[in-house]
C-alpha cells in the first residue's frame, strides 16, 4: 500500500522519532513479549495517566525543539508501532513534558518505516534495529 507524501517547507528540518526511543517502554514491551498484545493493551490503557520516564532519543529531541525557531524551523513527529489506544499514554507523557510534537502515526504493530519518507523525515530516531 502506497502512502501519500505529505508535504513540508523545504526549509524546515523534520525529525522522526520512535515512541521507543522518545520514551523508556522497556517495561511494557516486556509485557508485550510475555504476554501478548492484549496484556500490553490493557497495561497501556490502565496506565495511560502515567507518564512514562524519558527513553534514549528524549533529550535530543528536547533540545532540538528548543532551538526551533521561524528561520530555521524544527519538526518533531512521532512514529509508533502502537495503536491510537494505546498511544494515548505517549500523548500525555508528551503533553506532561511539554514537548511540542503535535504530528503521529500509529501503525498498529506494522512498521513505521514507511511513514519516514511520507513526512519526508530528514532523520529518523529508533531504538529498535528492525525499524
Same mark, same amino acid.
Given at each position: 500500500? =502506497?502512502? +501519500?507524501?505529505? +508535504? +513540508?517547507?523545504?526549509?524546515?528540518?523534520? !525529525? &522522526?522519532?520512535?515512541?521507543? =526511543?522518545?520514551? /523508556? #517502554? @522497556?517495561?511494557?514491551?516486556?509485557?508485550?513479549?510475555?504476554?501478548?498484545?492484549? =496484556?500490553? &493493551?490493557k497495561h497501556q490503557q490502565e496506565n495511560e495517566s502515567s507518564v512514562?520516564?524519558?527513553?534514549?532519543?528524549?533529550?535530543?529531541?528536547?533540545?532540538? #525543539?528548543? #532551538?526551533?525557531?521561524?528561520?530555521?524551523? !524544527? @519538526?518533531? !513527529? #512521532?512514529?509508533?508501532? /502502537?495503536? &491510537? @489506544?494505546?498511544?494515548?499514554? !505517549?500523548? /500525555?507523557?508528551?503533553?506532561h513534558y511539554g514537548l511540542n510534537i503535535s504530528r503521529a502515526a500509529?501503525?498498529?504493530?506494522?512498521?513505521?518505516?514507511?511513514?519516514?519518507?511520507?513526512?519526508?523525515? @530528514?532523520?529518523?530516531?529508533?531504538? /529498535?534495529?528492525?525499524?
Amino acid at each position: 500500500m =502506497a502512502k +501519500k507524501q505529505i +508535504k +513540508k517547507e523545504s526549509h524546515k528540518l523534520v !525529525i &522522526a522519532i520512535s515512541s521507543r =526511543a522518545l520514551f /523508556n #517502554l @522497556d517495561h511494557s514491551h516486556q509485557i508485550f513479549k510475555e504476554e501478548g498484545i492484549e =496484556a500490553y &493493551a490493557k497495561h497501556q490503557q490502565e496506565n495511560e495517566s502515567s507518564v512514562l520516564e524519558p527513553g534514549v532519543g528524549f533529550t535530543l529531541v528536547k533540545k532540538l #525543539l528548543k #532551538l526551533n525557531s521561524k528561520k530555521t524551523p !524544527i @519538526d518533531v !513527529i #512521532l512514529l509508533s508501532r /502502537n495503536s &491510537a @489506544d494505546t498511544g494515548l499514554r !505517549i500523548f /500525555n507523557s508528551i503533553e506532561h513534558y511539554g514537548l511540542n510534537i503535535s504530528r503521529a502515526a500509529f501503525t498498529r504493530g506494522e512498521s513505521t518505516h514507511p511513514f519516514v519518507g511520507a513526512f519526508e523525515a @530528514d532523520l529518523f530516531l529508533s531504538s /529498535n534495529y528492525h525499524d
